[in-house]
């Protein structure tokens, strides 16, 4: 069974939990890597200013505000905090109809994206098909002039040409392996029907 049909099937709203094996990172981990993008985020964009960062329903949205607190932390911002904006891709996502779509998650983006840099953060990036959805979602906001890409983790099986700006962590895994992360670290290990 290819491993896309197996976690719809073991993914919500059908069940199935998930078992880790090995944990990877631990929270100061994740800290560090946040704190290491982070620079690497100002060092790329000469700075904060044109800046927006939005997370991907589910995993992104917390690495989003953890990195936007990381970011203004690092430039000593009092007055200006950086945009941090939500969004859920499900209803852009190439899959539907072939995998159930639940559009849940609140999609939360007041501000004009024109002429910004949008740094679009999520947790894990796998086949890349998340990320196209985030674009073409990004582009009913406005027309930014740069999008970037950070995740926490890089673990590959690309389906598409996308490759991420700044990477928390590189862990090449299996297909059928998944990873959890959380501000507490990365777990490696698969679902298990509950």
Do not use: W
């Not at 290491?36 to 000469?46: S, V």
């Not at 040409?161 to 501000?183: A, Q, S, Y």
Request: charged share 30%; proline share 5%.
């Amino acid at each position: 069974m290819p491993v896309a049909e197996r976690e719809r099937r073991m993914s919500r709203p059908y069940g199935g939990v998930f078992v880790a094996r090995s944990r990877i990172m631990d929270g100061e981990d994740i800290t560090r890597a946040l704190r290491r993008m982070a620079h690497e985020i100002l060092e790329r964009n000469h700075g904060s200013q044109e800046l927006i960062l939005i997370g991907l329903q589910t995993g992104g949205v917390q690495l989003a505000h953890a990195l936007a607190a990381t970011l203004e932390d690092i430039e000593e911002l009092e007055q200006h905090s950086l945009p941090v904006c939500t969004l859920d891709v499900a209803l852009y996502r190439d899959d539907i109809g072939i995998r159930p779509v639940i559009p849940e998650e609140v999609t939360d983006i007041p501000f004009d994206l024109d002429s910004k840099v949008v740094v679009l953060v999520d947790d894990v990036l796998f086949t890349g098909r998340t990320i196209r959805a985030a674009l073409d979602a990004v582009i009913d906001f406005g027309r930014p002039r740069m999008v970037q890409l950070a995740v926490m983790v890089d673990r590959g099986h690309r389906e598409l040409p996308i490759r991420p700006d700044f990477v928390g962590k590189n862990l090449p895994t299996r297909r059928h392996e998944l990873v959890n992360v959380t501000m507490d670290g990365v777990e490696l290990g698969e679902l298990q029907k509950s």
